[in-house]
């Protein structure tokens, strides 16, 4: 489904925080629009430098009086730096691949099909309702009894709960049929109507979703369910127990990303996405079905994250990437730009 990104529009809150990354901004998410941390990102590319090698300098059997020959540009202007050329896009990519396939086979990443997905039932349409989906499944699972929400309750909310907020929503916004929806304009209405309260709110951050620095300050608000740099100085300590859960807006997509505590305080992560997937069961039909990828760890998260980040991107936009480094001012038409919006029980 394809969603606009609006400017950064902050009325009342102007608590900008930011680490050297990635930015963080700690209004209410009512009032925050799907773009905003890219105006002010500040972000790094992570680059490797290597000296440069003239090739004379290394050429011993030309020595001169004083020793190997130096290109004259050294002696004028010093030692020079060049960055190794990144790997091609396809590389990254098939990397990609191979480890997560690695994960799955150690068990470490699991995916499991449901009994439905968004626009299956005609009768309560939930097409192109992601936007609608992703947030609602979330706040379920943070009232959730237990360790987190269960398989039937994520099919209700696809299935019952979610077209008629969505209805309802696109008869607010005078939208008709399965018109696509600005998500901080469902975000607004989940709030107004106390489905969403404010109080949950952690924080919300993003960049470029192939950057392991963006991705990680994402990873730490959903594992810490805090804002560690509003909480800077704060020696109260963090209560990793707590259910957390995130909307993740990528590639015109949105999922929800489920923080799931066990008894004995172990951590997993289920990213529940409800487009179809279709899978082929043990009597050669084809079905298709939302999925709940469980991840055992923080660090097969991440590799999921990058995988399913590679299978969004179209040929046109390996070629982007492969010719244009992340830049802040380009985020508007970047393919890698993804934000994550997070709350805690």
Known sequence: ????????????????????????????FSIVSECSMMHSTKTTMLKTEIQYAHPCYFNYGKTGPAGPLVPASLVEHGQVTNKIPPLPFSTLKHNARGECFN????KKIEIFSLGTYQGRNKHRDSTNGCTVI??????????SEGAGISDIKIEE?????????????????????????????????????????????VGVCGGNVLDSTHVGE???????????????????KKDMTKKVAAALFFHEHVVS?????????????????????????????EKRSATRTRCKNRQSLESL???YACE??????????DANEWDDNMCDFDPRVFQGFVWKE
């Not at 969004?312 to 990437?321: E, L, R």
Request: glycine share 4%; hydrophobic share 45%.
């Open 1 to 28: 489904m394809y969603f606009e990104w609006p400017v950064l529009y902050t009325t009342e809150f102007h608590s900008h925080l930011f680490s050297s990354n990635v930015f963080f901004l700690c209004a209410p």
């Open 103 to 106: 994960l799955r086979a150690q």
């Open 134 to 143: 992703s947030p609602l499944v979330a706040v379920n699972h943070l009232v």
């Open 157 to 201: 909310v696809i299935d019952e709960i979610a077209p008629s907020i969505l209805s309802r929503v696109r008869n607010k916004l005078g939208l008709s049929g399965h018109a696509l929806i600005i998500p901080s304009d469902v975000h607004d209405y989940l709030v107004d109507e106390k489905i969403l309260k404010q109080e949950m709110f």
């Open 218 to 236: 994402f990873l730490n608000l959903l594992e810490s369910g805090e804002d560690s740099q509003s909480n800077a100085g704060s020696e109260e």
């Open 257 to 285: 990303i489920l923080k799931v505590v066990l008894a004995d305080g172990t951590m997993w992560y289920d990213l529940v996405d409800s487009m179809p997937t279709i899978t082929t069961a043990s009597n050669g039909q």
């Open 305 to 307: 994250l990058y995988w």
């Open 312 to 321: 969004k991107f179209s040929p046109a936009d390996s070629k982007y990437i």
